[in-house]
C-alpha cells in the first residue's frame, strides 16, 4: 500500500516561513502528481497546490499564490510546500496526496492516496 508522511508543521508567527514535506514510499512516486490540501477547524477541506508527476506545471489556490511554492524531488519521493508570508487563515492541518492522474488537478476525488496530515499554527 502507498504510503504518504508529512512533516515540518508547527506555531510559526504571521509573516513567517514553513516548509512541509511529504514522503512517498511504496508507490511509483514519479508517475503521480501531487496536492496539498489543507482544513481549518470547522471548515471543509481545500485545495491548496498541485504539481503534475515531472514538476513542471503547477497550480495554485488564489489564496496562496505568491506564497506557497510547490515543488519535488524524484530522487527522494517527497514532494515540498514553502509556505512564506504566512497569515493566520492559513491555520489548518495540511494534507498531501497522490494522484495516478499524472496531469495536476485540483478535484480531490482525484487523489488515491492521502497523508494524515500536520498541523500548521499561525499566530497574530
Known amino acids: 500500500q502507498v504510503q504518504l508522511v508529512e512533516s515540518g508543521g508547527g506555531l510559526v508567527q504571521a509573516g513567517g516561513s514553513l516548509k512541509l514535506s511529504c514522503v512517498v514510499s511504496?508507490?511509483?512516486?514519479?508517475?503521480?502528481?501531487m496536492g496539498w490540501f489543507r482544513q481549518a477547524p470547522g471548515k471543509e477541506r481545500e485545495f491548496v497546490a498541485t504539481?503534475?508527476?515531472?514538476?513542471?506545471?503547477?497550480y495554485y489556490v488564489d489564496s496562496v499564490k505568491g506564497r506557497f511554492t510547490i515543488s519535488r524531488d524524484i530522487a527522494k519521493n517527497t514532494v515540498y510546500l514553502q509556505m512564506n508570508s504566512l497569515k493566520p487563515e492559513d491555520t489548518a492541518v495540511y494534507h498531501c496526496?497522490?494522484?495516478?492522474?499524472?496531469?495536476?488537478?485540483?478535484?480531490?476525488?482525484?487523489?488515491?492516496?492521502w497523508g494524515q496530515g500536520t498541523q500548521v499554527t499561525v499566530s497574530s
Open positions: 504539481i503534475n508527476w515531472n514538476g513542471g506545471t503547477t
Open positions: 511504496r508507490g511509483p512516486f514519479s508517475s503521480y502528481s
Open positions: 496526496a497522490a494522484s495516478r492522474w499524472a496531469d495536476i488537478t485540483i478535484v480531490e476525488g482525484r487523489y488515491d492516496y
